[in-house]
């Protein structure tokens, strides 16, 4: 069984910064792209930024130039840098990863999420 557990969410005032931490654990022999989606109250879950195995990234617009993903294959691991936070960054920030596992009867691809953390950004 695979998992994926996120930190570092938290209240933070408008113009700081926060780092989101996302550790994948279980039965994986591999990860292909890493991403972190957000969903705010009433809206729909959105892409914020993703990065592949070979350290492609992407980035929606209204984060561009504030916020940066990066990657610790050795661990796991997906790593969210958001700096000069502005209220509409307000929202459930959620984990996602595809990832290659095994069992003893199978192996396979499959895409797997985090629980989310929220991130308030509020003076």
């Known amino acids: 069984q695979v998992r994926l557990v996120e930190s570092g969410g938290g209240l933070v005032q408008p113009g700081g910064s926060l780092r989101l931490s996302c550790a994948a654990s279980?039965?994986?022999?591999?990860?292909?792209?890493m991403g972190w989606y957000r969903q705010a109250p009433g809206k729909q879950r959105e892409l914020v930024a993703a990065i592949t195995s070979g350290g492609s990234t992407n980035f929606a617009d209204s984060v561009k130039g504030r916020f940066t993903i990066s990657r610790d294959n050795a661990k796991n691991a997906v790593y969210l840098q958001m700096n000069s936070l502005k209220p509409e960054d307000t929202a459930v920030y959620y984990c996602?990863?595809?990832?290659?596992?095994?069992?003893?009867?199978?192996?396979?691809?499959?895409?797997?999420w985090g629980q989310g953390t929220q991130v308030t950004v509020s003076s």
């Open positions: 279980g039965s994986i022999f591999s990860i292909n792209a």
């Open positions: 996602n990863a595809g990832v290659g596992f095994y069992s003893d009867y199978d192996v396979g691809l499959d895409n797997y």
